[in-house]
């Protein structure tokens, strides 16, 4: 079957057998292989992307189910404004040990602050209770998703803070951007 996936924002049109798994089809076909594969019973969420925006288990969808629709993976995570605060996160509180799982982990948590940008440590866990991590104990993995929130917030106010072109002159010019004695 001819199928088109878009994929971090690129459209890739291949054929392919209808039992092909979309984890396969983007490591295999399209070579993206930061969607890892860790088992063969849907527990590990290592494989874990994003599709049209929600987490999905890359193991449990056809390649096929993914026609004409959006894929994220990892690799598409970092935009040309730098690594994403989840990535950030990732480094600055040390989140990953072995980084098998940490693919699934930074895309369920990007979707997470998507949705709710000030998670409490209940609902980051409750959100990451599908994807297993066998290194970290998760208390850094919280940290990372903490730590992202967190600048992502702090990030937030500032841009909100700076005036916008056209908006409000400080009181201590004029219109045309001169001082005025007061
Ligand atoms: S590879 Fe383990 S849940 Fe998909
Ligand atoms: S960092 Fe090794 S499995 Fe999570």
Redo the contacts with the bound molecule.
Sequence with gaps: MEITVTVNGQPYTRSVEPRLLL?HFLRDELGLTGT????D???????VVLMDGAPV????VLAVMADRHDIRTVEGLETSHGLDAVQEGFRAEHGLQCGFCTPGMMLTSRWLLDHNPTPSEDEIREALSGQLCRCTGYENIVRSVRWAAEHEAAATAVSDAIPEQGGPTPAHQNRSGSEVQT
């Design positions: 984890v890892h594969w860790g088992c019973t849907s527990n590990c969420g290592a494989c288990k890359s193991c449990t």
